[in-house]
């Protein structure tokens, strides 16, 4: 591989996705994209002790099923990149442990799926490894436990709030593939002072505006040489704080732009307020609906930039701002 621009990986040999797996809970299932979803599931304990175990659940049945469909054996995997929400990752430590994959711990908060498959690609392309998966996951329950307010608590939620999804996304990368990764990029932490949990879309829109643009101007291309540039949940108030952001800097985004925190959900039939968010947001958009399309022909050349928030209950409690990042991959097929 080599660098162009600042930023910017061009990947010579061009690592490909060989199989895919989206899973999700009953919301998702009910949503716009449910159809797009491989497996499904009705009890958001997915028949464990707790919905922490449910959401390692998740991960293990979406690499189970992209294994399948890339006609693999865990065995065959030489690393997998993956991560969550979660303290120390633990939805990826304890879902995919009985899997024997050398594993890469990976935390980017909701813009995980963008990064597990930039390393994934890394170590594809430079022959560290002939096949990697990346994988990550969230689940509604464990991540307001963790992050905001038990459940139980039954406290309102803001209009600027956003669903976490109970969802989880996989790909097998390798060779020979129809769909390619041709370019990545890794995005900056930035903090422009939002201190707010239930305005996340607020804090990640300037980390998704700086990696676009910087992409676009490391490639030396236009919002229109691509069929989509998908951001990963800034949901209803980030998406538009971005494509004013980008406006401003002369880049026109709107006519290619779509998020996965507007395409998981039907925001007035499933009251998700602002949109979705969660590592598992974009992953089972990107898994299931994306790359679904991709292979019908119904888009060939797309950016799948997806977002985060990186903060944690300690950096909340003392009141720190939340800094966001936003990674960008080029798929094209």
């Known amino acids: 591989m080599k660098r162009i621009g600042k930023q910017t990986l061009q990947f010579e040999t061009a690592p490909t996705i060989l199989g895919r797996g989206a ?20 009890d958001t304990t997915l028949n464990t002790q707790s919905w922490e175990k449910a959401e390692a659940q998740l991960q293990k049945e979406a690499v189970s099923i992209a294994l399948a469909n890339a006609g693999r054996k ?42 597990t498959l930039l390393m994934a690609s890394i170590m594809v392309d430079c022959g560290a490894a002939d096949l990697a998966a990346a994988v990550t996951s969230s689940h509604f329950c464990s991540a307001e436990r963790q992050f905001r307010t038990p459940l139980e608590y039954g406290a309102q939620r803001t209009p600027t709030a956003q669903w976490t999804a109970t969802a989880s996304g996989c790909v097998i990368l390798g060779r020979g593939g129809k769909v390619r990764v041709l370019h990545g990029l890794a995005g900056k932490a ?11 879309g607020a804090a990640m829109a300037p980390a998704a505006a700086d990696s676009i643009y910087q992409y676009l101007t490391d490639t030396h291309t236009s919002p229109n040489d691509y069929d989509g540039i998908f951001t990963g949940d800034l949901g209803a108030v980030g998406s538009q704080l971005m494509l004013d952001t980008l406006k401003d800097n002369g880049v026109d985004l709107k006519a290619v732009h779509q998020d996965c925190g507007l395409l998981l959900y039907d925001r007035q039939a499933q009251d998700v307020h602002a949109g979705g968010s969660g590592c598992g947001c974009s992953a089972s958009v990107l ?7 991709m292979e019908r022909g119904e888009l060939k050349n797309i950016l799948f930039c997806a977002t985060g928030a990186l903060m944690s209950t300690t950096s909340q409690q003392q009141g720190e701002g939340i800094p966001g990042v936003c990674h960008v991959v080029h798929l094209a097929v």
């Not at 899973?23 to 009705?42: C, I, N, S, W, Y």
């Not at 690393?79 to 120390?88: E, K, R, T, V």
């Not at 995919?96 to 935390?107: K, S």
């Open 74 to 115: 865990p065995e065959d995997i030489h690393m997998i990149f993956a991560g969550d929400l979660l303290n120390q990752c633990i939805s990826s430590t304890f879902g995919l442990i009985d899997y024997h994959i050398p594993l890469l711990g990976q935390y980017g908060a909701c813009s995980t799926m963008a990064q």
């Open 287 to 293: 898994c299931g609906h994306l790359l679904g399309r």
């Open 23 to 42: 899973v999700g809970g009953r919301k998702e299932a009910a949503g716009p994209l449910g159809g797009d979803l491989h497996q499904t599931f009705d």
């Open 190 to 200: 930035l903090d422009l002072g939002v201190k707010d949990p239930a305005n996340m």
